[in-house]
């Protein structure tokens, strides 16, 4: 009796441990608890249409544009028209992305998600929402 109530003990340990660690992995992304308003979003994005903010790519997102053939006017072209997908933002260590998605001058349904920081808005990823491209090693 006493050696199965130390094996049930071991095994609610374990299911403890590895739900911390879910939990706690590092540059894990959270779904945000407090909703972003539309106007904060349209700030940070109006204050870049009036030129005092200036576009950042990471490499990911210049690697992934460059795979999925969208090109910095489109970039540009969702980031004035594009619609907020409040279902994939996502709130990490570096701060809140938002994923706008819309329709480019080519007819390509996209999603971009951008980054707002202090004096730049990074775009973190460029994703073609209707044809899955295949790329090299963008990590």
Known sequence: MKNKNVSYLILLIAALF????????????KKITERVTVENVTDAYTQLREGNKTIK???HAKCRM???HIDE???KE??????????KEQETEK???YPLEGTTHDGQHVRIV?????????????IDL??????GNCN
């Open 18 to 29: 590895l739900f911390w660690i879910k939990n706690n992995q590092r540059g894990k992304s």
């Open 57 to 59: 790519y990471s490499r």
């Open 66 to 68: 460059d795979c999925r």
């Open 73 to 75: 006017s489109e970039i």
């Open 78 to 87: 969702i980031l004035e028209t594009g619609l907020i997908n409040y279902n």
């Open 95 to 97: 701060g809140i992305t």
């Open 114 to 126: 951008f980054a707002p920081h202090q004096n730049e808005i990074t775009v973190v990823t460029a």
């Open 130 to 135: 209707d044809t899955n491209w295949p790329c």
